[in-house]
């Protein structure tokens, strides 16, 4: 029963996405030019929601700044692993995963706020997000999405809106679904005002490379240490992040309130 239920939900899955790939619009050539800043809530975050996009403007010589919000430390139960050492463990495999994409380890921003909880951290995580792009001055964020079925996710979703409504961001804002099909897709579609904001980035040419970035997350694509309670990633999400497109939504621009950015 649990295998028809899968199957049945891969193929919704697939319909889903060929109809948001529809409605939406090519971005890529549209991005203001200068560089891109990433904002993950776990690390592999930005490699799942924009390893495709991260290694095109690589490619293109565009710099990419990757930050990664908490630290990864509860994603699954062990005896072999406490939390601190799966936190280094997953700083690790963010660095092995940029270094794949083109990114390098110095364009890595590491909050470690703790896993899981970042809904109790707002008003901080905002004040960090801001800061850091007061610092660095990107010309377009990429964050995740406010329809994730994760709380991280959400969470600091919460944080980019209210910084732009606070006139923090006035830079363009493309939020990534990850943890969303297929109960995030159908609430969007159930909303036609939110389809114009619909963007689609063809991945041709780098998915290989953002498959070897996902594969660089060890421990959460594999059971690394073989207990029979580790948490890994099914191996049908992995599949279905590796897609002709990766989806984005634009986020309305708010006038601002006061200029740009202030620490």
């Not at 203001?32 to 010589?61: K, Y």
Request: aromatic content about 10%; overall charge positive.
């Amino acid at each position: 029963m649990f295998s028809v239920r899968r199957k049945i939900k891969t193929a919704l899955n697939g319909v889903l996405r060929w109809v948001f790939y529809a409605l939406a619009t090519e971005a890529y050539a549209t991005l203001p030019d200068g560089s891109l800043f990433i904002i993950a809530p776990h690390p592999d975050d930005e490699t799942f929601g924009s390893g495709a996009l991260i290694a095109r403007a690589r490619q293109e010589g565009r710099k990419v700044r990757v930050l990664i919000v908490t630290d990864g430390a509860t994603s699954t139960p062990s005896q072999q692993m406490p939390p601190h050492v799966l936190a280094a463990t997953r700083r690790g495999e963010a660095q092995s995963a940029a270094k794949i994409l083109g990114v390098d380890e110095t364009a890595l921003i590491f909050l470690d706020y703790p896993d899981g909880e970042a809904e109790k951290h707002i008003p901080a995580i905002a004040k960090d997000i801001a800061n850091q792009l007061w610092r660095h001055n990107p010309a377009v964020l990429f964050s995740p999405y406010d329809l994730d079925s994760h709380k991280d996710h959400r969470a600091i979703a919460k944080a980019i809106d209210w910084l732009c409504q606070e006139g923090k961001i006035t830079i363009p804002v493309f939020e990534y679904p990850m943890w969303f099909w297929p109960c995030g897709a159908i609430k969007h579609l159930f909303s036609p005002s939110t389809w114009r904001t619909n963007r689609r980035i063809s991945t041709q040419g780098f998915l290989s490379q953002k498959e070897q970035a996902i594969r660089a997350h060890r421990s959460q694509c594999e059971n690394i240490t073989n207990e029979p309670n580790w948490s890994r990633l099914p191996s049908a999400f992995i599949k279905e992040s590796l897609q002709p497109y990766e989806l984005f939504f634009e986020k309305p621009r708010k006038q601002a309130k006061e200029k740009a950015f202030s620490s």
